[in-house]
Nanobody, 115 residues
Framework: QVQLVESGGGLVQAGGSLRLSCTASMNIDSISHMGWFRQVLGSERELVAR???????NYADSVKGRFTISRDSAKNTVYLQMNSLKSEDTAVYYC?????????WGQGSQVTVSS
């Protein structure tokens, strides 16, 4: 099993920045994909950004140029740097890991952007 612990959510004004962290209970170099999803109440969970064990990344169109996903293997941690935040970025953000074809999720972090 993979346990994921998130930190870094909170309240920020529009145009501001936040960084989310997700620390895994195992060596993340062994995890094929890690990423961040977000969900607004009443809507489906959507992919925000993803990074592979080789460092390849992809982003939702809505966050390209504003968000950056990165990884630190020494700390078994994946980060999501969120800049130029907009009110529509308000959501619960979930860390995700795909390991041996099984999906694992973090506990969720609330990000609220005030306009």
């Amino acid at each position: 099993q993979v346990q994921l612990v998130e930190s870094g959510g909170g309240l920020v004004q529009a145009g501001g920045s936040l960084r989310l962290s997700c620390t895994a209970s195992m060596n993340i170099d062994s995890i094929s994909h890690m990423g961040w999803f977000r969900q607004v109440l009443g809507s489906e969970r959507e992919l925000v950004a993803r990074i592979t064990s080789r460092g390849s990344t992809n982003y939702a169109d809505s966050v390209k140029g504003r968000f950056t996903i990165s990884r630190d293997s020494a700390k078994n941690t994946v980060y999501l740097q969120m800049n130029s935040l907009k009110s529509e970025d308000t959501a619960v953000y979930y860390c995700h890991a795909l390991y041996r074809f099984i999906a694992y999720w973090g506990q969720g972090s609330q990000v609220t952007v005030s306009s």
